[in-house]
């Protein structure tokens, strides 16, 4: 038998998606990554695991690898000639004992969408919930209608 949502369920999902939707509508891509890093440590929170820090560095070598992935108009960890994660970071001054990537695209600006999609995939949620992970860095890059965004997790030595 199927089961029958509520007139009122309806408008209330339908009211919150569109608060959302305002709320986000027209941040900078800056403002956006601030949203998702905010829900990755929403996330940890709710699993018992400390939050992560944002990292500059890590931010700067996000930003970079979404925009590259916007100029090559598509999804990758690797480019030919591009230095792997790992080279990048190192390259930029940091020295980590774990470190891991996640990469997203799509055309909404919506960033729970995003969230919730990762949360969906094995790795990717691996990633956000590692709990030796220390810092955080999230790079997102606007091209057309595509949202390019990168996730650069590492753990870093103490304070």
Do not use: C
């Not at 001054?93 to 997203?104: C, K, M, P, Q, V």
């Not at 919506?110 to 919730?116: G, I, Q, T, V, Y």
């Not at 999230?138 to 965004?149: A, H, M, P, Q």
């Amino acid at each position: 038998m199927a089961r029958k949502i509520p007139a009122l369920a309806l408008v209330l999902a339908f009211l919150a998606l569109a608060a959302q939707t305002m709320e986000e509508l027209g941040l900078s891509p800056e403002q956006l990554e601030d949203k998702l890093f905010y829900l990755v440590n929403q996330e940890r929170s709710k699993q018992g695991l400390p939050e992560l820090r944002l990292n500059p560095l890590l931010r700067s070598i996000a930003r970079a690898h979404s925009k590259k992935m916007a100029q090559q108009r598509r999804l990758a960890h690797d480019f030919p000639g591009y230095d792997r994660l790992a080279v990048r970071a190192s390259n930029a001054g940091l020295h980590f004992f774990s470190i891991g990537e996640n990469l997203a695209v799509g055309d909404t600006f919506l960033m729970r969408l995003f969230h919730e999609k990762m949360l969906t995939s094995p790795g990717h949620r691996e990633n956000i919930l590692f709990k030796d992970f220390t810092d955080l860095g999230i790079g997102i890059e606007l091209s057309g209608n595509r949202y390019y965004v990168t996730q650069e997790f590492a753990g870093l030595p103490g304070p």
